[in-house]
């Protein structure tokens, strides 16, 4: 392959141009002309991240626990992250039976723990809920949605 292996002087490095798959091994390197190598380098070939290298979409949120205000859910993770390590998952919030996805509220999880609170919701409302996972490539498809929930009555603050 004398037109895509090069070795550069003065500074000796080695240089791969057009890099294939058949390229991956263990690549040796003899140093002042002595007949055994002295040192190994292994080079490992991979393609430029794809589309498609996003994660694959995480499990059905679970509702743990709830209040009047917050909901403990919980997923399965993603079967495949293409070599790419969960970042973060976000969770959109739908207030309502009858409300669009679109209207929904994310909420970052700032952690790839599959296990999250979402607070801030408001007594004896209808919610469901759906989750995406973020790796280095980008966010995966939005999980099926939960089941919906009510969460709690709360005493009133004041007189009516």
Same mark, same amino acid.
């Given at each position: #392959?004398?037109?895509?292996?090069r ?11 057009? =890099? ?7 690549w040796?390197?003899? $140093? ?9 380098? #292994?080079?490992? *070939?991979?393609? =430029?991240?794809?589309?498609? /290298? ?8 679970? %509702? ?5 205000r917050?909901?403990? =859910? ?7 992250? #293409? ?6 998952? %976000?969770?959109? $919030?739908r207030?309502?039976?009858?409300? /669009? ?5 994310? *909420? ?6 599959? $296990? ?9 409302? $209808?919610?469901?809920?759906? *989750? ?24 009133p603050?004041?007189?009516?």
């Amino acid at each position: #392959h004398p037109n895509r292996i090069r070795l550069e002087s003065p500074s000796y490095s080695l240089y791969i141009s057009g =890099l294939e798959t058949g390229d991956t091994g263990t690549w040796y390197c003899r $140093v002042d002309g002595r007949n055994k190598p002295i040192s190994a380098y #292994h080079l490992k *070939v991979t393609d =430029l991240p794809k589309e498609e /290298d996003v994660p694959s979409t995480p499990g059905k949120p679970l %509702v743990m626990s709830f209040s009047s205000r917050t909901v403990k =859910l919980s997923w399965a993770p993603p079967l495949n992250t #293409h070599s790419s390590q969960i970042q973060e998952y %976000v969770i959109r $919030v739908r207030n309502g039976e009858d409300t /669009d996805w679109t209207d929904s509220e994310p *909420v970052a999880t700032d952690s790839n723990s599959t $296990v999250y609170s979402v607070m801030g919701l408001k007594p004896f409302n $209808v919610y469901s809920f759906r *989750v995406s996972a973020f790796n280095g490539v980008g966010q995966s498809r939005e999980s099926e949605e939960s089941y919906y929930m009510i969460t709690l009555r709360e005493v009133p603050s004041g007189k009516p």
